[in-house]
């Protein structure tokens, strides 16, 4: 069985009450109480029960984070993040990898209520508000991670989108690039949508025109990045420049570029957004949109933190900036020779 707390008062010698105060860091106990108890409490093994606390309106130092996929590098890293900065708080963190299944979402949600979480950040699609909102209206504190919802009351942290399709679209328009192609994870997502907006309007303030036939969509994969470029390598005029809406995109390009026989980047110049470490170790290595990751767990961390202890009362909306990171996945416009 497993030890309780009458347990380690027994063997301590003290009262209940006396390790339940050096339990939650309450009360006047002297340091060698302290210490007697949770030496104590080392020995029998002891571990507080946390549902317990949360039943008696206690903290029990636990965060949800739910992610769409912990096997995309840019995810890992943001759980990396938030779970780095959770524990210098104290707080251990709960990472649910929901696939942007909606049903899967709603389940991971039910848990982390039922395990009685002091928040939860949200880095996935938002599929379902209602549900998010049932949980603020339980005082469940909320933060979302490059994703903005205007219909729900809750910190957000995000990186300027539009910035950094600007930064793409212009940096492939300096290099003399008039055929830009963009490949998007989808065109519901509102990250996507901006970062399609900023490079169309840096390419219309370039005098460079954009064909729509050159806007190819897919899921959030290497896969789906090779599988839209040998698409746009399918069209009679064929893109000297591609803008990856994500790293994974950008190296399924590079991928497929290789695949039909392009040297790279002679023959085609590709740019990403995120910055990965997948960024670092492509061949060649790829110029991409950098994202603060780590700063973004940490904000999101700060501000949730910051509601769960009552520190503050207004909700924040914190968007960071992108940064053209140069690498050698592009070059100055040259002709294209395809076998």
């Keep these: 069985m497993k030890p309780t707390i009458y ?7 003290v009262s209940i009450a006396t390790v339940s105060k050096v339990i939650n860091g309450t009360g006047r106990i002297s340091e060698k109480t302290r210490n007697h108890v949770l030496s104590v409490m080392d020995q029998l093994k002891y571990q507080p029960s946390m549902v317990a606390s949360a039943l008696t309106g206690k903290s029990t130092f636990t965060i949800g984070l739910t992610i769409p996929d912990l096997a995309n590098p840019f995810f890992a890293e943001i759980a990396r993040a938030v779970e780095d900065r959770g524990h210098e708080y104290g707080f251990n963190v709960f990472i649910c990898s929901t696939d942007n299944d909606p049903e899967r979402e709603i389940r991971y949600y039910s848990l982390l209520t039922q395990k009685r ?24 504190p909320i933060a979302l991670i490059t994703n903005e919802m205007p219909t729900l009351a809750v910190d957000t942290v995000m990186v300027d989108d539009f910035l950094g399709g600007y930064q793409a679209g212009n940096y492939l328009a300096e290099l003399g690039h008039r055929h830009i192609a963009i490949i998007a994870e989808d065109l519901v997502n509102k ?17 460079v025109e954009f064909d729509d036939r050159l806007l190819a969509v897919g899921e959030f994969t290497v896969q789906s990045g090779k599988e839209a470029m040998l698409r746009l390598l399918e069209l009679d005029d064929r893109p000297s420049a591609v ?54 767990g940490r904000q999101a961390i ?38």
Excluded at 7 to 13: C, M
Excluded at 272 to 293: H, K, R, S, W
């Design 7 to 13: 347990d380690v008062a027994q063997a301590a010698g």
């Design 117 to 140: 979480v002091d928040g939860i950040i949200v880095a996935t699609r938002i599929q379902n508000d209602q549900f998010l909102k049932k949980l603020i209206s339980q005082n469940i």
């Design 191 to 207: 990250s996507n949508l901006e970062r399609i907006r900023g490079c169309k309007q840096a390419m219309m303030a370039a005098a």
């Design 243 to 296: 803008f990856a809406c994500n790293d994974l995109l950008a190296i399924g390009a590079i991928q497929a570029a290789r695949e039909r026989g392009l040297h790279m980047p002679h023959d085609l110049s590709v740019i990403g957004f995120d910055n990965t470490v997948l960024a670092t170790i492509i061949d060649p290595p790829l110029t991409t949109i950098g994202q603060p990751i780590q700063e973004i």
């Design 302 to 339: 700060d501000l949730l933190v910051q509601e769960i202890k009552g520190e503050k009362s207004l909700k924040q909306r914190v968007v960071l900036l992108p940064e053209l990171v140069v690498r050698s996945s592009c070059m100055p416009k040259e002709p294209i020779e395809i076998p």
